[in-house]
């Protein structure tokens, strides 16, 4: 694959003048290339510069990017500019789609929630797309509206009220609430009591401003209103977000002696009408205009951004010519309005305030630079106020503060978005650096200038935590860059850590995949970070531990799939995960005797029961128990068994495994000292034993040496001497000799199950732990290595990691598998019976990980 970017990263040193800077390469580097997608068979018109690419990434870690390949480049005579989204865990996978667009895609905007796309074109068409089925490589049109010939410029979804703050001062506090304030914002459009309303909001090139809402119902409710009574063209927009609830949009006509204008947009629901109420704000006029020397150097505005959607107080603005740029940043400010000294000698009025207005000051302006191709703003809410900005500063703690600039030239810099200092620079291949050429060599210059144009990006995307950029090139293809926490500043690895912990707690709290954060985990800071993340996770009161209980175990989940050293525990995490949801799963069936109970469900009842009957006969303690309660018809039962086998499979496996737990760290390792979890697997063992006394056929299966021998008895005999040793409110305590020598005789009384129930990650995270980056082809599947510690061969039973049954060696049912832990469960479900409906449910959107779902073929799963 030619032109993948080499990747020399440099930075500067503040020391010597920025006319000359001097470069100097990092130990830390401050970006790295991590992957390069290319097209397996490259589109014929990729090399046509005034074709606009657009690319944006979700909250999910779904990267939905456009390029100029048409269905004509690969035979199809229907010509329909293509929509590519994929998933960063698996590139190769990409999804296009036949947008339908007849113009070039100008906009491309996902949803708060990283399920919903927006894409709007040139001829004023905007479509909405959802998944089908749940599946990232499954898409389609749900919604449309449509300005006929009237191309849409800026494009975004109506804000739903929800604004985080993350405050970099306490990142020391254990409270999460206090590292991550929510802050008081309204949305941009309320249904009855408060709940935001849907819908989106388009900018057109005529100076429209159109607003789609979604009803309840489904229906679309669309309105259209002339930013200003005088409609002129708008070659550039952008929209932001106030606090109050109200919409403003900032438009230039491309040209920089003309002024940016601002509009305040306010929307409304009037007798089941849709109105639009707009309204001037102050403008300004770019101060590279007003500077007698560069007055006519930079003609036109090319790019037009708020710094983030949700403050529309600060705006950058690029200015270009056709081989240089300049950056000015922009700040909205409060300022006192000067009186007339007619007025000033009259007595003060009591509470009389100074009469104010808003004024556009600059903030800071760029020096001279090279032609800017690309802008991405950080979508990190890191709080900016002067105590934040100390410490982010002494802790060298950088995410959220750069934005990058890319550059025809090929290179990528990083700057201050208050400042506009540079932070970071990022040198490709289209820079001509090699290994024996540096790249801030005044040879690579003049061979840059002078011979034919390289690669440079046209699009550039910050992910949701700002430590990586996905970007497309010129070419069509599909860089991923790391961009280091301290930009290559050398830092303590406890100050690392903290930093990391700091966003894997953020992404956990928001619910927003880690991916990214994922990328500069190294192998040995696996088990510290698994550590410190249990630590914070106790810290935090009842409440929250809840809502998080089953987020932390896939978050430490991933982490321990980063290093050989930890695969094993990784195994028990996802198993954990199962565990969690099928015990839930089976207390949700029971339902109390008599309606008129007491607070506790039976499921409570049963737990507090099992915690304090400490008797290893299983008989005894289901004595305690009101059986009423445990009655289920047949069906439902018989429907369940492959869970119940699961549940008595890997309490074998579990006690099986007891005497080879040792230095070696071993699948199961996990589960010894977790109380909570041996109590869990005691509680189903008991409801397990009395359905089978109602439905004998819904008993796990078990391979015994004896016909005599009752399993069940055994198991929970063994299982609660071990639960004994590690309980949470007793000092734990290592097995004693008398049950390692049981769970050593196990083998020999009943047949032990293997580790098929545990799912295989063929992602691309676990390869790029290394510095050289990977070259990968769309639709070229990687054969990456796997570190989940099981040892399984190519040929081996295939398993429903959900469902827990066997599909065979060769399945001939589609399946989908998760983007995050590689999980498989059939596509198609085969049961009809309500109880595993119920059961099915719980992951049709996500996988128990929170991971999203793709389509694999059956050869794949």
Known sequence: MDGWMDGWIISFDWNVAPTKMAARVLAAHSMELAYVCD???????THCPSIPLVCSWSCRNLVAFTTDLKNDDCGDPDVSHMIHIMDTEHPWDV??????HAEVISCLEWDQSGSRLLSADGDGHIKCWSMSEHLVNSWESVLSSSLEGD?????????NGVKLALHVEMSGSTNFGEKFSRVKFSPSLTLFGGKPMEGWLAVTVSGLVTVSLLKPGGALLTAGESLCRLRGRVALADIA?????????????????????FYKVVVSVVSEKCRIDTELLPSLFLRCTTDPIRRDKYPAVTHLKFLTRENSEQVLLCASNQSGSIVECWSLRKEGLPVNNIFQHRSPVVGEKQPTILKWRILTTTNDLERVSAVALPKLPISISNTDLKVASDTKFCPGLGLALAFHDGTIQILHRLSLHTMGVFYGSASSAGPSQRPGEESAIKRQRTGAPGLHFK?????WTSLALAGVDNHGKLHMLRVSPSMGQVLEMNTTLRHLLFLLEYCMVTGYDWWDVLLHVQPGMVHNLVDRLHEEYMRQNQALQQVLATRIVAVKASLCKLSTATAARACDFHAKLLLIAISSTLKSLLRPHVLNTPDKSPGDRLSEICAKNMDSDIDKVMINLKTEEFVLDGPPLQSLQQLIQWVGDFVLYLLANLPNQGSVVRPGFGFMRDGASLGMLREMLVMIRIWGLLKPGCLPTFTATSDSQDSLQLLFRLLTKLWLCCRD?????DPDESLIDECCLLPSQLLVPGMDWLPVNDGVIVKLQGKQPIRLHFGKSAALATLDGTGRSAGCQRTDNLRCVHMGVCPTEDSKACTRCGCVTMLRSPNKSNAMKQWEQRWIKNCLCGGLWRRIPPTLA
């Open 151 to 159: 191309p849409i410029v800026a494009l975004s979804w109506l804000h």
């Open 241 to 261: 977000f106030t606090g109050g609830g109200n919409i403003v949009v900032a438009a230039t006509d491309g040209s920089s002696s003309s002024p940016v204008q």
């Open 39 to 45: 097209w397996e068979r490259r589109p014929k018109s």
């Open 95 to 100: 999804y296009s789609i036949s947008s339908g």
């Open 729 to 733: 409110d007793a000092p734990p305590q």
């Open 459 to 463: 699009t550039l995307q910050f992910s």
